[in-house]
């Protein structure tokens, strides 16, 4: 599971598209001219990052959210967020002391963030950025789009490039991830004699709040979520690995199962995952019996 991190880089141009008259004007070489004049005097940065990811969107978006906004993409920087990108989340780069924030998230389409505190990075303001994948074939596309102001505007030439560095290097990092296995590292089917609303039930307070009688302190609860199915319930484990159930469904009587994520995977807690995802199915074996599978993949 150990991810080589890829240290191909690659640059994209920045396009400009000011209104400086008419159209046979604005596509002649001389408004080509006029409009770059005009933007590098405004000092806008604007920097697009287009790439063919080897994963569907739905994958890919949730191992952008935690390898890319939690761990850094493979930068060389640390990260404080404590969670994958959630809607009003946050995290620093450090040691540049940037901060960053969630603004709005389409699942499994669209993040779009901006810098809060521009850090040791002075003289920029007025950053928004989004991140988007399409679908494209058995893949997907990733169109990363970051938009900025630079003073003094001479400069901008410099944040183009630099911006396209750090964010082709990241795109890189996050495309070699992605090309990793989904490996499963565990599977256990267990014949459980108790209905499946009783076994989840049982299996959420003794194993998940209670940590399934393993020779270890017991896991801290840190968030409790929905008390009856658990949903959103986070504990801290020993070593420092922080778990969250992310989905509770049920199926009435046929049973119920639960997922649930790592939210810290990484070098820094000994298990250097981009995601971890854990699902356990509680299906009506008959005859009151309940047929437990548990599964653990990760990328």
Not at 182 to 196: E, G, K, L, S
Not at 210 to 238: A, F, T, V, W
Request: with cysteine; glycine share 10%.
């Amino acid at each position: 599971n150990k991810v080589i991190l890829s240290s191909c880089v690659a640059a994209a141009s920045a396009a400009f598209a000011l209104q400086v008259g008419n159209h046979g004007l604005r596509n002649s070489s001389r408004g080509r001219r006029l409009c770059g004049a005009r933007a590098v005097a405004d000092g806008q940065v604007r920097v697009t990052v287009r790439r063919q990811l080897p994963a569907p969107p739905q994958i890919a978006y949730d191992v952008w959210r935690q390898f890319v906004w939690r761990q850094g993409g493979g930068l060389p920087l640390l990260c404080d967020a404590g969670k994958p990108a959630d809607l009003g989340e946050s995290r620093t780069l450090f040691p540049v002391a940037m901060r960053e924030e969630i603004l709005s998230l389409e699942p499994h389409r669209k993040v779009t963030y901006r810098v809060t505190d521009f850090g040791l990075f002075f003289g920029l303001t007025d950053h928004i950025a989004t991140v988007t994948f399409e679908a494209e074939g058995t893949g997907s596309i990733i169109i990363w789009d970051v938009s900025f102001v630079a003073e003094p505007p001479l400069l901008v030439k410099f944040w183009e490039v630099f911006t396209s560095l750090n964010v082709g290097t990241a795109v890189s990092n996050f495309g070699a991830v992605l090309q990793q296995p989904d490996a499963t590292i565990c599977y256990v089917r267990q014949r459980v004699n108790a209905t499946p609303g009783e076994t989840q039930a049982a299996w959420l307070d003794f194993t998940w709040r209670s940590g399934g009688g393993l020779p270890l302190p017991k896991p801290d609860i840190i968030r409790n979520g929905n008390m009856d199915s658990g949903q959103g319930c986070e504990r801290l484990m020993p070593g420092g690995l922080v778990e969250r159930i992310t989905h509770v469904s049920k199926d009435g009587p046929q049973g119920c199962k639960v997922e649930y994520t790592v939210d810290n995977p990484g070098l820094f807690t000994f298990y250097p995952v981009a995601l971890h995802r854990g699902c356990v199915e509680f299906r009506d074996g008959s005859q009151g019996c309940t047929e437990l599978t548990w599964s653990v993949h990760a990328v």
